[in-house]
């Protein structure tokens, strides 16, 4: 490590003998580059979404034109939106670094400090300086963020969210986003500020501890604040799951559903939780015919006590009202309060209980291969962030504060670093999605994972088509075309 260290040093070193100026326009000509290859790919995924094809033989049967087509309206949407989106923040960006704008807000977090008699705490204007620019970031974004839920989501049917919804919510996210930013920068300025020539080692041990403290209260406390949650109800679904994860001496605490169609008609399901206490989480819209309980309270998904058998008979009566009321009220309308949301269930929509469980089965395969990635850039942060020209390039001559020392590495040194890195990350995943895909054909999930993956795929309005480019540099999942004829061949294997 102590080799590393001293050989990244020395690779770094011409960047102390390159004029500021010619280093900061360098950097943002490096990164302009990158934005046009970016756009670039766009474009040819975006000529893609523009030439009519037909419907693709392994979906003639689910497929109509007419969804075809709508998929593909969809896909040039968003990508229109994208484009336009990715352009404005480019030019902000650049206009914003060229005026000054990352010393300036600096200064001024040091003179709100100073009014206060804070003057050289450095942390502490860390921490002011990250609050200015969340606030800004916030407040230029909610603009983009209203047009794609309420405009582009809302033409194509997707968005399930009321207007007075989506601002209490975006609040709740600022607050909680400054809640939990305070503490844990802190923490990471103070390790870097202490830790010596080797602090990089105990910024990985940080980073690390977060991981896995944010995996254990993420769920539990901080994702109960934003949706419903409800364990999954007793029947054919949870049984297989549970009959599967024993098979599988996966260690299963607990199913739960979440009502993720308060938001979207978009459909996901994911795992979390420590070593012998895993837990499952399915989105109400993946299950096909899914009613949450619409006027119960938020339960707390912790469940750390067995329930009393008075309240097991009376969650008993409510699924079986819940059932009665989903056969007769498929063409009635809710009325719920400004603050609500209208349920707008669509029993077509979702996948079968063995489609389901193919699609947990190929999550188990990544849990079972042990399909996880590390992150070693803080290694070559530790050999660049002491650099003085990186500071005096944007501005910084007098001063050193290792926030920006943070933004410029990561944001502009490292971002041609991070597009390998980030390349090989994409190759990879695409190749434990085959792995995991082969994980459940082995286990005789292979027909329900391809429906599972149709359906999947129709009720997200996926383009089944991509430009081999784009999808090769972009996309961490094989397409559903690459899947469907992935597992095809493992079965006549």
Same mark, same amino acid.
Request: charged share 20%; glycine share 4%; net charge positive.
């Given at each position: 490590?102590? !080799?590393?260290?001293?050989?990244?040093?020395?690779?770094?070193?011409? *960047?102390?003998?390159?004029?500021?100026?010619?280093?900061?326009?360098?950097?943002?000509? =490096?990164?302009?580059?990158?934005?046009?290859?970016?756009?670039?790919?766009?474009?040819?995924?975006?000529?893609?979404? #523009?030439?009519?094809?037909?419907?693709?033989?392994?979906?003639?049967?689910?497929?109509?034109?007419?969804?075809?087509?709508?998929?593909?309206?969809?896909?040039?949407?968003?990508?229109?939106?994208?484009?336009?989106?990715?352009?404005?923040?480019? *030019?902000?960006?650049?206009?914003?670094?060229?005026?000054? @704008?990352?010393?300036?807000?600096?200064?001024?977090?040091?003179?709100?400090?100073?009014?206060?008699?804070?003057?050289?705490?450095?942390?502490?204007?860390?921490?002011?300086?990250?609050? @200015?620019?969340?606030?800004?970031?916030?407040?230029?974004?909610?603009?983009?963020?209203?047009?794609?839920?309420?405009?582009?989501?809302? /033409?194509?049917? =997707?968005?399930?969210?009321?207007?007075?919804?989506?601002?209490?919510?975006?609040?709740?996210?600022?607050?909680?986003?400054?809640?939990?930013?305070?503490?844990?920068?802190?923490?990471?300025?103070?390790?870097?500020?202490?830790?010596?020539?080797?602090?990089?080692?105990?910024?990985?041990?940080?980073?690390?501890?977060?991981?896995?403290?944010? &995996?254990?209260?993420?769920?539990?406390?901080?994702?109960?604040?934003? $949706?419903?949650?409800?364990?999954?109800?007793?029947?054919?679904?949870?049984?297989? @799951?549970?009959?599967?994860?024993?098979?599988?001496?996966?260690?299963?605490?607990?199913?739960?559903?979440?009502?993720?169609?308060?938001?979207?008609?978009?459909?996901?399901?994911?795992?979390?939780?420590?070593? +012998?206490?895993?837990?499952?989480?399915?989105?109400?819209?993946?299950?096909?015919?899914?009613?949450?309980? +619409?006027?119960?309270? /938020?339960?707390?998904?912790?469940?750390?006590?067995?329930?009393?058998?008075?309240?097991?008979?009376?969650?008993?009566?409510?699924?079986?009202?819940?059932?009665?009321?989903?056969?007769?009220?498929?063409?009635?309308?809710?009325?719920?309060?400004?603050?609500?949301?209208?349920? #707008?269930?669509?029993? $077509? /929509?979702?996948?079968?209980?063995?489609?389901?469980?193919?699609?947990?089965?190929?999550?188990?395969?990544?849990?079972?291969?042990?399909?996880?990635?590390?992150?070693?850039?803080?290694?070559? =942060?530790?050999?660049?962030? +002491?650099?003085?020209?990186?500071?005096?390039? !944007?501005? !910084?001559?007098?001063?050193?504060?290792?926030?920006?020392?943070?933004?410029?590495?990561?944001?502009?040194?490292?971002?041609?670093?991070?597009?390998?890195?980030?390349?090989?990350?994409?190759?990879?995943?695409?190749?434990?999605?085959?792995?995991?895909?082969?994980?459940?054909?082995?286990?005789?999930?292979?027909?329900?994972?391809?429906?599972?993956?149709?359906?999947?795929?129709?009720?997200?309005?996926?383009?089944?088509?991509?430009?081999?480019?784009?999808?090769?540099?972009?996309?961490?999942?094989? &397409?559903?075309?690459?899947?469907?004829?992935? *597992?095809?061949?493992? +079965?006549?294997?």
């Amino acid at each position: 490590m102590v !080799f590393l260290i001293s050989a990244l040093e020395n690779y770094f070193s011409f *960047i102390d003998k390159v004029k500021p100026t010619t280093l900061f326009y360098g950097l943002l000509s =490096f990164t302009a580059i990158l934005a046009i290859w970016e756009h670039y790919l766009s474009y040819r995924q975006y000529c893609n979404y #523009k030439r009519r094809q037909n419907v693709p033989p392994e979906l003639k049967d689910v497929m109509t034109n007419e969804q075809l087509e709508k998929a593909r309206s969809y896909a040039i949407d968003k990508m229109y939106f994208s484009q336009i989106r990715s352009v404005f923040n480019e *030019i902000e960006t650049i206009v914003l670094l060229l005026i000054g @704008i990352l010393p300036w807000v600096w200064s001024l977090s040091g003179n709100i400090l100073s009014k206060y008699n804070y003057n050289n705490y450095e942390i502490l204007q860390s921490i002011v300086y990250v609050f @200015i620019t969340m606030i800004y970031s916030n407040v230029t974004g909610l603009p983009w963020s209203y047009y794609y839920h309420f405009v582009l989501e809302e /033409k194509h049917g =997707f968005n399930k969210q009321t207007r007075a919804f989506f601002i209490k919510d975006t609040i709740k996210k600022l607050l909680l986003t400054l809640v939990l930013t305070v503490p844990i920068l802190s923490l990471l300025l103070k390790i870097i500020q202490i830790g010596g020539d080797y602090f990089f080692v105990y910024v990985w041990l940080f980073i690390t501890t977060m991981s896995l403290v944010f &995996t254990f209260i993420y769920p539990n406390y901080i994702a109960p604040l934003f $949706d419903r949650y409800e364990p999954l109800r007793e029947g054919e679904l949870r049984s297989s @799951i549970e009959q599967l994860a024993e098979k599988l001496k996966f260690p299963l605490a607990k199913i739960y559903v979440v009502e993720g169609s308060v938001r979207s008609a978009h459909s996901n399901a994911y795992f979390y939780g420590f070593f +012998k206490a895993k837990r499952i989480v399915l989105y109400d819209t993946l299950i096909k015919g899914y009613s949450t309980h +619409k006027n119960k309270d /938020k339960i707390d998904i912790t469940d750390k006590e067995d329930k009393s058998n008075e309240t097991i008979q009376k969650e008993h009566d409510e699924e079986n009202s819940t059932l009665m009321h989903r056969k007769i009220s498929d063409n009635i309308n809710n009325i719920v309060n400004e603050d609500e949301q209208p349920v #707008k269930k669509k029993l $077509d /929509k979702g996948c079968e209980s063995d489609e389901v469980l193919a699609v947990l089965c190929h999550e188990f395969g990544h849990w079972s291969m042990n399909h996880n990635i590390i992150n070693l850039l803080f290694v070559i =942060f530790a050999a660049l962030f +002491k650099r003085p020209g990186l500071y005096a390039a !944007f501005g !910084f001559t007098q001063t050193r504060p290792i926030l920006i020392g943070l933004l410029i590495i990561f944001q502009y040194v490292l971002t041609f670093y991070s597009e390998i890195f980030q390349f090989a990350l994409t190759v990879l995943s695409r190749r434990f999605e085959f792995q995991a895909d082969n994980f459940a054909v082995k286990l005789n999930h292979g027909e329900p994972l391809g429906r599972a993956l149709i359906k999947l795929q129709m009720d997200n309005m996926t383009y089944p088509y991509s430009d081999y480019l784009y999808a090769t540099y972009h996309y961490s999942h094989p &397409t559903v075309l690459e899947r469907m004829k992935a *597992i095809k061949t493992i +079965k006549q294997n």
